[in-house]
């Protein structure tokens, strides 16, 4: 295997823990290595340089390796439901270094955002307030702007297995749309951490996508909801 295959199945995960004044961000690299090594690494938030270099020791076979360092970020700007605010987004950046040098980057956009369900109520909360939930089925062919000059709701139903769906959600984080990703089993939900648009999960009980979501180790997943659950929350309120 060369270097540039190995770096190109690399990639990282992180965790963000806090609230609207201060979060704090664990980074993880995840890769499955054919041999122990060593990786040096830095973090970037928006390009400034947040974590220097690190080394990173892995193992043969799996890895999920955290930074020593984690990230402070005070009063961050919050990604906010269409409707309710600006839809912020970070760059997050791993940079690898070999011979003191930049080698390979993976670069994610990444809103933050904190989801929250209360027993008994019907409705949920985005960074502590109630958000109405009004379902759409936007034209996700137009162009960005038009797409967003259209939309007459926050939130819109997806499936794991949409062949587009890569193409969905990233118009979902721009936008401010809200996701309520259906799980079928067909990807690992914590493959959708960074999109700030996925803030529900559903999946039928019993299902290989709600065994997927309940056998998660590694990251703080947005709730799951079955389909009844997911109705009375959104109550029929389409446009």
């Not at 690992?188 to 529900?200: A, E, K, S, Y």
Request: aromatic content about 10%.
């Amino acid at each position: 295997m060369t270097e540039q295959e190995f770096f190109g199945k690399t990639d990282f995960s992180f965790e963000i823990s806090g609230g609207s004044d201060e979060i704090v961000i664990q980074v993880y690299i995840d890769i499955v290595s054919d041999r122990p090594r060593t990786l040096i690494a830095s973090f970037q938030v928006d390009s400034l340089e947040m974590i220097e270099s690190a080394r990173i020791p892995l193992n043969a076979g799996s890895n999920h390796v955290p930074f020593q360092q984690t990230v402070r970020i005070v009063k961050p700007l919050l990604w906010q439901p269409n409707g309710a605010g600006i839809p912020s987004l970070y760059s997050f950046t791993v940079v690898f270094h070999q011979k003191g040098e930049p080698f390979y980057l993976i670069e994610k956009r990444v809103g933050i955002r904190f989801v929250e369900t209360r027993p008994g109520e019907l409705f949920f909360r985005v960074n502590g307030k109630a958000v109405q939930l009004v379902r759409c089925d936007p034209d996700f062919s137009l162009e960005e702007k038009e797409f967003e000059r259209q939309l007459r709701g926050n939130l819109v139903c997806l499936q794991d297995s949409d062949s587009d769906l890569e193409k969905k959600l990233e118009y979902c984080g721009r936008t401010g749309l809200i996701a309520v990703l259906e799980l079928t089993g067909a990807a690992d939900p914590d493959r959708f951490c960074g999109q700030p648009g996925v803030c529900l999960f559903t999946a039928e009980p019993g299902s290989a996508g709600e065994r997927l979501y309940r056998q998660n180790g590694k990251a703080v997943l947005p709730p799951l909801f079955t389909r009844e659950e997911l109705n009375l929350l959104l109550n029929d309120k389409k446009v």
